[in-house]
């Protein structure tokens, strides 16, 4: 009616569609929407105030490393994908276990570590050297308790291992892509920690996989991947890291 009127014809094609624009959102005013853009400012004032009433150190995960939370304060669900890069046998892989280890302890939150490269067992191998700091040879021969020394420590590593039951989970994840890696973490965010509880979840390590990435720039395939991290985490209250 209001395109076919006879005062439409004497208007602009300006006026015409500054007048339709008008009458669509007096319309669109009274519909709200879940991601409905926000006035950022207008919302400060009380996220400051509120923010007063429980004072924290940090706003995150505590880390294990204290220089890092010092100067970031732990990891904080909502920033995006926390990515760590390294050259080639630099130690990411252990330095992202050391993370995840120590994010479940101290914070005594769920952490998921999803490995690309190795096994249960090859990883079970190395926490056990690790904590015993004994040569993991040992326990992939199963000779540790033909050594008093060795025995021992064993003994006092699986107290501590005890003590992160229900807290760490591990799955291994070769030549999966993106999506079927955030699918299990999907899962297994509702099944063991619930939606609105926070965790830790980590990718070891971000690579291209399969023949139908093998025509894309490796820093495309990474760049799609760290997207659907960041969609998981925001959707999901979930903490995300890779390496």
């Known amino acids: 009616n209001f395109i076919t009127s006879p005062k439409c014809s004497e208007k602009s094609v300006i006026e015409i569609m500054n007048e339709v624009?008008?009458?669509?959102?007096?319309r669109i005013d009274s519909i709200h929407f879940d991601d409905e853009p926000v006035?950022?400012?207008?919302?400060i004032p009380s996220y400051l105030i509120e923010s007063a009433k429980n004072p924290s150190k940090e706003s995150g995960l505590i880390t294990p490393f204290n220089q890092y939370n010092k100067f970031f304060g732990g990891l904080k669900k909502g920033d995006g994908t926390y990515v760590f890069c390294a050259r080639l046998g630099e130690g990411k892989s252990v330095w992202l276990y050391n993370l995840?280890?120590?994010?479940?302890?101290?914070?005594?939150?769920?952490?998921?570590?999803?490995?690309?490269?190795?096994?249960?067992?090859?990883?079970?191998?190395?926490?056990?050297?690790?904590q015993t700091k004994t040569n993991p040879w040992y326990f992939q021969n199963g000779q540790w308790n033909k050594n008093?020394?060795?025995?021992?420590?064993?003994?006092?590593?699986?107290?501590?291992?005890?003590?992160?039951?229900?807290l760490f989970y591990y799955k291994y994840v070769p030549n999966k892509s993106i999506k079927e890696i955030?699918?299990?973490?999907?899962?297994?965010?509702?099944?063991?920690?619930g939606r609105d509880e926070?965790?830790?979840?980590?990718?070891?390590?971000?690579?291209?996989v399969g023949n139908s990435e093998a025509?894309?720039?490796?820093?495309?395939?990474?760049?799609d991947s760290i997207s659907y991290l960041n969609e998981f985490g925001a959707a999901y209250n979930a903490t995300t890291a890779a390496g």
């Open 148 to 166: 008093t020394e060795i025995a021992e420590k064993v003994m006092g590593a699986i107290e501590e291992f005890k003590k992160l039951n229900g």
């Open 198 to 208: 926070d965790c830790l979840v980590v990718l070891d390590y971000l690579k291209m």
């Open 100 to 130: 995840s280890k120590g994010v479940a302890s101290i914070n005594r939150k769920k952490v998921l570590y999803l490995d690309t490269e190795m096994s249960l067992k090859m990883n079970m191998d190395r926490a056990s050297a690790a």
């Open 21 to 26: 624009d008008s009458i669509y959102n007096k």
């Open 215 to 223: 025509e894309r720039n490796e820093w495309q395939a990474f760049g």
């Open 39 to 43: 006035d950022m400012f207008a919302q």
């Open 182 to 193: 955030i699918s299990i973490a999907r899962k297994w965010k509702l099944k063991y920690v």
